[in-house]
């Protein structure tokens, strides 16, 4: 009887303890396509694309927090690419990596390049929406997740939430791009049904209300 009792306490604790430390995963609603907010960092997601972003290649441009998760995730594959003469970290230069086996959760790891981190502005961003959902669509991935990695790339300067609305602005333009060519008959591209967007716990409030004034606006 004890020893039924021991198993089913360490049962039950195991069961707790696993739905306490699953990620917070916010539904955003009114949005002609599904957004969801994630608390979890693009090193750990499981998910067929995971997309970060990447300052220009030069050595001021160090990596932080779930950059450097990432770059040790792939044995450090992110500092050998970082190089002017191979992955130049442009605005709107992209890299496809396909994980091996077993490093990452994500089946394939899409960067793209963010320019110069000194001028940067978060306009930018919204041409980073626009290649998210325009790669997402071209690699077929009906459900992309996405991490801006601006903070983690070292600029701080801006609130998470005004680089949320500026991606997703691009993002949803993207979509009616898409959606204008398919009512035509002249796309026969997959088209992107969700975005996961992730952010840290302390920033989703203002993701959140970022990406709602980008769907709420004319």
Not at 44 to 68: A, K, W
Not at 72 to 79: F, P, T, V
């Amino acid at each position: 009887m004890r020893l039924r009792l021991w198993i089913f306490l360490f049962v039950c604790t195991g069961t707790i303890a696993h739905a306490q430390t699953q990620p917070v995963r916010i539904d955003v609603p009114n949005g002609p396509i599904l957004v969801q907010i994630l608390s979890q960092g693009p090193a750990d997601t499981n998910t067929d694309l995971q997309v970060i972003c990447l300052f220009r290649s030069s050595p001021e441009n160090t990596l932080h927090g779930s950059l450097i998760e990432t770059n040790e995730k792939l044995k450090g594959l992110l500092d050998r690419a970082r190089k002017p003469n191979l992955f130049r970290g442009e605005l709107g230069e992209t890299l496809l990596i396909s994980p091996p086996k077993g490093a990452m959760g994500a089946k394939k790891l899409l960067i793209i390049g963010l320019g110069d981190s000194q001028t940067f502005s978060v306009d930018r961003m919204q041409l980073v929406g626009e290649i998210l959902y325009t790669e997402a669509s071209r690699l077929g991935v009906a459900h992309p997740f996405f991490a801006p990695t601006i903070l983690d790339g070292g600029v701080t300067r801006f609130a998470t939430g005004q680089v949320s609305e500026q991606v997703l602005r691009g993002f949803l333009r993207a979509a009616s791009i898409d959606k204008a060519l398919k009512d035509a008959g002249a796309s026969a591209s997959p088209s992107v049904a969700a975005l996961t967007f992730l952010a840290g716990a302390k920033n989703v409030s203002s993701t959140r209300e970022g990406i709602e004034k980008a769907i709420s606006a004319p």
